[in-house]
């Protein structure tokens, strides 16, 4: 589809007829080939070319064995130059890495002893502290058993105090049970009051008694009202030193118990310090213990700084070895490369020698290519324009033969880079195919490990428990006023529902968001 028609015309053309024609100027081109070698076997001049094409050879051989010499000679002498040039950097280079080495030996020596005296000083030092650990350890020892003594006391103070606390519970107990039967029995005191009213005033003489349904007079039913109002009297004044007296058993019960605290907090202070105490202890008996370590740390530190001098004439030693091996090995090489170099120099010069002047078979060649020019000077000109008539003929040949040729290869690439166009474009499908399948795969396991999936799913497992855990501590930061509820999901303005971690409070004002809380507030629930 891409074929040159102005040219060649080849649009039109099948493949099968590229083909032929490819054949046909093929046995042009062999034909016209054929006749010009004809031709050519009678032409007059040919002897002449044959001679300058042999004399062109003989010289061309020459000019390059001469220019190859030259070449030569001129790379063997800047070999030797540069030979020499660079075994004298070189041994600049091996002076001053000798220097380089000794100065280093010198420090690495210098190091050695100032890590000897480092190592000794900080032994030194850690042999004072386990001194003074040996002279501190029973003091600190006593006053860990001490401050666990004084712990077990306030213990023992408050269980008594937890005791007292709870007799007098049982005190209030006992009272309010009390208080509660015997202001039960008011009502029916009441009952039996408005009873004996209504009847006496109904019929003055015929009340009834509340108990055993007998008549009564007046005056019987009034002596028992007035028994009752006695008796209600007497318990309201009863109810009145119960109650009293079970505030004063709740107040010390209280009391008591706010009294155990107290004792309890200090016996935790006591175990607290003695924990410590006995940390410090422990630091102390074990730095004692490393006394062997310190010991032999000094000894170590001992044979580093005296071997440090042994060690500095060693590596000088080396350095000055290895110094002496490369500057033998850079005098054999320089030796062995410049001597090369003269042996590719001497064949060099003799070469030039050889190829300077003209041989005598090239002297020979130039006599008889003079002669036969001379002999066939009048007769060429007619061979020559046929010559440069088959030749155009052969070269149009040519010209149509290798359009073909390229328009066949033209095909040829054309249906191969289709070819390779389908398959990669199968195989693209199939990437794509795969890549489908990794997004999803990936949105998937974006949606499950965001916050709304997986971890939603393990938070909501125990938001419960934490929160529990959470207002343990908080219930104390706050002395009660503040509570927290953690939460993995709540209600927008629009009715939908986000999977997002909120924190919510209760106040003594309400529930609100963290975000709304006090500075003091926010530090506590933090």
């Known amino acids: 589809e891409q074929?040159?028609?102005?040219?060649?015309?080849?649009?039109?053309?099948?493949?099968?007829?590229?083909v032929q024609n490819a054949a046909d100027a093929a046995d042009e081109v062999d034909r016209y080939t054929l006749q010009l070698a004809e031709l050519n076997a009678a032409d007059p001049a040919r002897q002449?070319?044959?001679?300058?094409?042999?004399?062109?050879?003989?010289?061309?051989?020459?000019?390059?064995?001469?220019?190859?010499?030259?070449?030569?000679?001129?790379?063997?002498?800047?070999?030797?130059?540069q030979t020499k040039q660079r075994a004298a950097a070189q041994r600049q280079q091996a002076a001053a890495r000798l220097e380089t080495?000794?100065?280093?030996?010198?420090?690495?020596?210098?190091?050695?002893?100032?890590?000897?005296?480092?190592?000794?000083?900080?032994?030194?030092?850690?042999?004072?502290?386990?001194?003074?650990?040996?002279r501190d350890l029973p003091g600190v020892q006593s006053q860990v058993a001490a401050k666990r003594e004084s712990a077990e006391g306030f213990r023992r103070e408050a269980a008594a105090h937890q005791t007292a606390a709870a007799e007098h519970f049982g005190t209030y107990t006992s009272l309010k049970a009390e208080h509660a039967s015997l202001k039960d029995q008011i009502p029916d005191a009441e009952a039996r009051i408005g009873l004996l009213s209504r009847?006496?005033?109904?019929?003055?003489?015929?009340?009834?008694?509340?108990?055993?349904?007998?008549?009564?007079?007046?005056?019987?039913?009034?002596?028992?009202?007035?028994?009752?109002?006695?008796?209600?009297?007497?318990?309201v004044s009863d109810l009145d030193s119960l109650r009293s007296r079970a505030i004063e058993a709740r107040e010390a019960s209280d009391a008591s118990n706010s009294l155990a605290e107290q004792v309890h907090a200090q016996a935790r202070a006591e175990d607290a310090a003695a924990e410590r105490l006995a940390t410090e202890a422990a630091k102390l008996a074990a730095l004692i213990g490393s006394r062997p370590q310190v010991d032999k740390q000094n000894a170590d530190a001992e044979a580093l700084f005296k071997r440090s001098s042994t060690d500095e004439?060693?590596?000088?030693?080396?350095?000055?070895?290895?110094?002496?091996?490369?500057?033998?090995?850079?005098?054999?090489?320089?030796?062995?490369?410049?001597?090369?170099?003269?042996?590719?120099?001497?064949?060099?010069?003799?070469?030039?020698?050889?190829?300077?002047?003209?041989?005598?078979?090239?002297?020979?060649?130039?006599?008889?290519?003079?002669?036969a020019e001379e002999a066939v000077a009048a007769e060429a000109a007619g061979f020559e324009q046929q010559r440069i008539d088959l030749e155009g003929k052969r070269d149009g040949a040519k010209d149509r033969a290798a359009a073909l040729a390229a328009?066949?290869?033209?095909?040829?690439?054309?249906?191969?880079?289709?070819?390779?166009?389908?398959?990669?474009?199968?195989?693209?499908?199939?990437?794509?195919?795969?890549?489908?399948?990794?997004?999803?795969?990936?949105?998937?396991?974006?949606?499950?490990?965001?916050?709304?999936?997986?971890?939603?799913?393990?938070?909501?497992?125990?938001?419960?428990?934490?929160?529990?855990?959470?207002?343990?501590?908080?219930?104390?930061?706050?002395?009660?006023?503040?509570?927290?509820?953690?939460?993995?999901?709540?209600?927008?303005?629009?009715?939908?529902?986000?999977?997002?971690?909120?924190?919510?409070?209760?106040?003594?004002?309400?529930?609100?968001?963290?975000?709304?809380?006090?500075?003091?507030?926010?530090?506590?629930?933090?």
């Open 101 to 134: 080495d000794l100065a280093s030996a010198s420090q690495r020596a210098s190091n050695q002893k100032a890590n000897a005296r480092d190592e000794r000083r900080i032994a030194g030092e850690r042999l004072l502290a386990i001194v003074a650990a040996e």
């Open 313 to 371: 004439e060693d590596w000088r030693k080396q350095a000055g070895d290895a110094h002496h091996a490369t500057v033998r090995d850079i005098d054999e090489h320089e030796a062995a490369t410049v001597a090369a170099a003269e042996a590719d120099l001497e064949q060099a010069v003799a070469e030039i020698a050889d190829t300077a002047q003209p041989s005598a078979k090239e002297a020979t060649l130039a006599a008889d290519l003079a002669a």
């Open 407 to 526: 328009e066949q290869n033209r095909r040829k690439q054309a249906a191969n880079a289709r070819a390779e166009q389908e398959e990669r474009l199968k195989v693209l499908r199939q990437q794509k195919e795969a890549a489908e399948h990794t997004r999803t795969v990936h949105q998937t396991l974006n949606k499950a490990f965001s916050p709304a999936g997986i971890p939603s799913m393990i938070l909501n497992n125990v938001v419960d428990e934490l929160n529990e855990a959470m207002n343990v501590s908080l219930n104390r930061l706050s002395r009660g006023e503040l509570r927290v509820e953690l939460r993995t999901s709540r209600e927008t303005s629009k009715g939908a529902t986000d999977n997002k971690v909120s924190v919510y409070v209760e106040t003594p004002t309400g529930i609100r968001p963290y975000e709304t809380l006090s500075g003091g507030q926010k530090f506590r629930v933090d």
């Open 48 to 81: 002449t070319r044959e001679l300058r094409q042999e004399l062109e050879l003989v010289r061309q051989d020459r000019i390059g064995r001469l220019n190859a010499a030259t070449q030569k000679k001129e790379r063997s002498e800047l070999a030797i130059g």
């Open 199 to 235: 009847t006496t005033a109904d019929h003055s003489d015929d009340a009834e008694c509340f108990t055993c349904g007998q008549h009564l007079a007046a005056a019987d039913a009034a002596a028992l009202i007035a028994a009752q109002q006695a008796q209600i009297a007497s318990w």
């Open 3 to 18: 074929a040159d028609e102005a040219d060649h015309g080849f649009a039109a053309m099948s493949d099968d007829q590229v």
